[in-house]
């Protein structure tokens, strides 16, 4: 464990170079699909809440399809999900490898987990104030972008933060399948060349970025929180 | 104006059916204050979300200026419910907006231009008296002062009705009769129509012009408030119209009254006019007997009076039967109250 030359690696300025790129690549890949998430699990969310019984878009077989498709890619172990989007991914991106590449997966494995933070969310916000809204005439669009959406949006941040920790997991994940980031440099330098030191220290910024996402997430939701 | 036909309402939960109304039938005229009281269950709630269209009727018509409102399609429907405010016992804002983005709501969903909906928000929230207020969010806000934006905001698109379930229920005495006042200038300002449900007979007293007594899905008692005032018809509206008439002291002074046979007590109902007579002095005169007054009060209800007095009069049965003539020709309302001790 203690091998003085392994941690004189962390004198070699070439390894935070490295490091710094895995880090860059790692935001890279949290930015992009932590977008497509959010693009993709809000609707999906809001037509949970809206197509169940008793809802203003109530529709049982819309409600009952969504359910399954969210709970089936909320439930497939990710490191599984990457291998079976494999032929899908090249089919969008070109290549199966690389940080673009890994996005896919990390969408399709996020979006769903979403949804259902956003269908909490949603179903926290005071069903008077809804009603008081159709009492004023308002349609389905204006119920959802002014009732739902902005009452509901310090519960939602607080579930894009969880989404973006659990990303931050996946994306590491990724690195298995040479999506590049931290969690390959980790992988490379601390299982396939048994360098402990620098292993140690990419687990320290991957857990220091997951703290601030937290911290940040924490104070936004409670800024935004006006209740 | 507001037109009730036949309504009746069945809820289906769990394959077992509630009747929350029965037939309801109701003519609402235009610029009244119309008071619908009940106590919790008697379907207040599920009457007046039936006008707005919240809940859809089982059976029958609900018009509103000539309009059958229960088979709008969903377009004109949303149109006709901005012609209709609502305000609600637990408010009901948006807590992510301020005051002012609270009473701007209903004039986006109008779809009017910015400039047009700063101008009438800052004209409401002066109506309501909120201009020192307008920037802070509902959570800063005190319950008369939130309900104080939930009129503002049901003011918005003037309409030409306005309902209201249950908006002083969550507030504390003084507080409502502050939000009654507003809605009373409101109404006399403008000439709107509102429809309010209530449990407390002090708010249809302090007012409303007319009154519908609701008991168990059926209106029991309809009529003026001030002839449901003082002649209640039903039990159930005698028990209402006691919440605010009736010390409760009454069966408390009769209690402890000294025991004597030859003592009658007499309860006198003066209306209007006769309040304000001479009388009890000159029945004393006339038919000579001795009175002593327990206990009085004066109510005032759509601003008229109308007085109770609790007098025992140490007389024969001759002498009251002549005192109880006397005080009929002068347009009092007499009965013998039974002593509770005999009871
Ligand atoms: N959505 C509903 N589903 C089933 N029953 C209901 C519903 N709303 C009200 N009820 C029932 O209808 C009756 C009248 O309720 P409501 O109109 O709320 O009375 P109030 O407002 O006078 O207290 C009650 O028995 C209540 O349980
Ligand atoms: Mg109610």
Redesign the interface.
């Known amino acids: 464990m203690f091998d003085i030359n392994k941690w004189q690696a962390l004198l070699d300025i070439a390894v935070w170079l490295q490091l710094g790129t895995a880090f860059l690549e790692t935001i890279y890949m949290l930015v992009l699909s932590g977008i497509f998430t959010v693009i993709l699990g809000t609707p999906l969310g809001i037509l949970l809440v809206l197509t169940d019984k008793g809802q203003l878009l109530e529709n049982k077989v819309v409600n009952i399809i969504t359910s399954i498709i969210v709970n089936v890619f909320r439930s497939i172990p990710f490191i599984i999900l990457m291998v079976l989007l494999l032929p899908f991914t090249r089919w969008i991106i070109g290549t199966p490898i690389g940080s673009t590449a890994a996005i896919v997966p990390l969408i399709v494995g996020a979006a769903p987990f979403f949804a259902r933070l956003v269908e909490t969310s949603l179903r926290e916000v005071n069903k008077g104030v809804v009603e008081a809204a159709i009492s004023m005439g308002a349609n389905v669009s204006q119920i959802v972008r002014k009732v739902y959406l902005p009452e509901a949006l310090p519960s939602i941040v607080s579930g894009i933060t969880v989404t973006l920790i659990a990303l931050i997991s996946y994306s590491a994940m990724a690195g298995l399948l040479g999506g590049g980031g931290l969690g390959n440099y980790a992988i490379i330098y601390g299982y396939q060349l048994f360098n402990t030191p620098i292993m140690l220290v990419t687990t320290a910024v991957i857990l220091i970025l997951v703290i601030l996402v937290q911290i940040f997430g924490d104070s936004l939701s409670k800024k935004l929180d006006k209740k | 104006m507001i037109k009730l036909e036949k309504v009746k309402k069945v809820y289906q939960s769990n394959k077992q059916n509630v009747v929350a109304l029965k037939e309801i039938n109701l003519e609402i005229k235009p610029s009244e204050i119309y008071g619908i009281i009940g106590y919790s269950g008697a379907g207040k709630s599920t009457l007046i979300r039936l006008i ?1 269209m ?1 809940e859809r009727p089982t059976e029958g018509q609900i018009w509103i200026d000539q309009k059958l409102m229960n088979q709008l399609n969903d377009r004109d ?6 012609e ?1 405010g ?1 305000i ?1 016992q ?1 408010f ?6 301020t005051v002012r983005g609270n009473i701007a ?2 004039l ?3 779809g009017l231009p910015k400039e047009e909906i700063d101008q009438r928000v800052n004209e409401l929230i002066q109506l309501v008296g909120l201009t020192e207020r307008a920037d802070a ?3 800063e806000l005190s319950g008369g002062q939130k309900q104080r934006v939930g009129i503002a ?1 049901a003011l918005a ?1 003037r309409p030409k009705v306005l ?1 209201s379930d249950e908006a002083t229920s969550a507030l504390d005495p003084k507080t409502t009769d502050s939000i009654l006042e507003l809605l009373q200038e409101i109404n006399k300002k403008m000439g709107i129509t509102v429809i309010l449900i209530t449990h407390e007979m002090h708010v249809i007293q302090k007012i409303c012009h007319r009154v519908a007594v609701i008991d168990d899905g059926e209106i029991v008692e309809e009529g003026s408030v001030f002839e449901v005032f003082t002649h209640p018809k039903k039990s159930i509206t005698k028990e209402f119209v006691k919440q605010v008439t009736e010390t409760k002291m009454v069966d408390e002074t009769l209690r402890y009254l000294p025991h004597d046979s030859s003592s009658y007590i007499l309860k006198c109902g003066f209306v209007g006019e006769t309040a304000n007579k001479p009388i009890i002095s000159q029945w004393v005169k006339t038919v000579n007997v001795d009175v002593n007054i327990l206990e009085g009060n004066i109510q005032y209800v759509q601003d008229a009076s109308y007085g109770t007095l609790l007098i025992q009069i140490n007389a024969s049965k001759d002498k009251l039967d002549e005192s109880i003539a006397f005080l009929q020709q002068n347009g009092v309302e007499v009965e013998v109250v039974e002593d509770v001790r005999y009871q």
Do not use: K
């Not at chain 2, 429907?77 to 901005?82: K, S, T, V, Y």
């Open positions: 707005n919240l429907l949303r149109f006709a419910r901005q209709i609502m609600f637990h009901n804002l948006l807590w992510s907006r709501f209903p986006e969903i109008a969010y509902p959570s905001r698109n309902l």
